[in-house]
């Protein structure tokens, strides 16, 4: 990617984080990233093309982060609970809530490049989940996977809000994957 591609897509990605994708048109992504709208058409196409980037990048920066916090634990009941850790660290510079649940919301037309992202998102996360479980020993990994998601997320849709839920629900999670998991020896 160009210097100014890269300038589109980091402007890009902080205005549709901030404001919202519906909200932000051309117009205020190629004023924020310096260049003229011929620019960021030559470069990306569309907005939606931009928009695509936004979640495609995002995701990754998240699954890395969700995978080293994984790796990191010796344990692997311990392991299934670490994508709340990585959550607390993700949290720490995005607190305007999910950007995928966000842009599910705004993009709802599941045919759409960018929803297809946001969702194969949260259903990675849930896949790993279960794969954790199973790595773990747990009986029923599916239903584990699902209530360990449905605590995840919604510990990510009250993010804004002046509690800390994050706390509580990764609490929640190491207990119901303690209750699940084999017994150690």
């Not at 709208?37 to 495609?56: H, I, M, P, W």
């Not at 960018?114 to 989940?129: E, G, N, P, V």
């Not at 629900?169 to 998991?181: H, I, K, N, T």
């Amino acid at each position: 990617m160009s210097p100014a591609g890269r300038r589109i897509a980091e402007a890009a990605a902080e205005l549709f984080y901030d404001r919202g994708i519906t909200a932000v048109g051309v117009d205020l992504i190629a004023e924020h990233s310096g260049v003229t709208k011929r620019t960021l058409y030559n470069q990306f196409g569309s907005k939606d093309r931009l928009v695509e980037l936004y979640l495609a990048e995002r995701d990754q920066r998240w699954r890395a982060l969700v995978r080293a916090a994984v790796d990191a634990c010796d344990d692997p009941v311990e392991a299934v609970t670490a994508p709340f850790d990585a959550l607390r660290t993700w949290s720490e510079t995005n607190t305007r809530g999910c950007a995928f649940i966000n842009a599910l919301a705004e993009l709802p037309d599941p045919a759409h490049p960018a929803h297809r992202i946001a969702a194969d998102q949260k259903l990675w996360l849930l896949d790993l989940f279960g794969e954790l479980a199973v790595a773990a020993g747990c009986p029923d990994p599916t239903a584990l996977a699902t209530r360990l998601l449905v605590l995840h997320e919604g510990a990510l849709a009250t993010q804004p809000l002046p509690i800390d839920t994050l706390s509580h629900s990764a609490d929640l999670a190491r207990s119901l994957v303690r209750a699940e998991a084999p017994p150690r020896r």
